[in-house]
């Protein structure tokens, strides 16, 4: 919604770079209000999650019902607020149909594999941010690890599939930028990317760490 919202207010009263810059921003923010609000995002149990399973302590049918329940759920609140969205920000007056088109296009434009590629690089990006903000002492830190890496994220228009849902479903909902048909080529190369960037570039690179340190 932030970012919908700063695309529309910056259009053609500031250069290309400079909306991009606090698009990103507004992306950001957004990770914010999950990550620090402890909300469950599915690319964090990507990685997170499968640390149990690796040490022995959880079983892959325990980790299949977890991700499904979160992903499922995800995408439940992603369309239902996508719907929100689409209704309300054109007739608030606070976001132009358009704008939705633009950002759902931006999604859904590039062959499958590249989407997949895509989903790979941000979800390795999302479990860094996990163990980042496990790390950081304070809440300051916290804040400043989440806007650092989600920035990254927005700015590189990289594909996260509960964010992208939302953005795609959007679009989908105004009639703007992409079809139901556009959504589905997106979700299923975008959910794989993110699965094997979450699972094979933190969770057996830290695993495999911590384990040799033990």
Known sequence: MLMAIMRTLTEGELPHAVSEILVANMYAAGFIFVVLGRSE??????????????????SVRQLGRLWGLVYAANLIGAAAFAASLAFLGPRLGIVGPHVLGDIAAGMVRHPWWLILLSGVLAAWLMGLLSWLVAASRDTISQIFVVWLVAFAIGFGHLHHAVVGSTEVLAGVFSGQGATLADFWRFLLPTTVGNLLGGFIFVALIKYGHAHRKA
């Open 41 to 58: 995002l599915f690319t964090e149990h990507t990685t997170l999650a499968v640390l149990p399973v690796l040490d022995g302590r959880a």
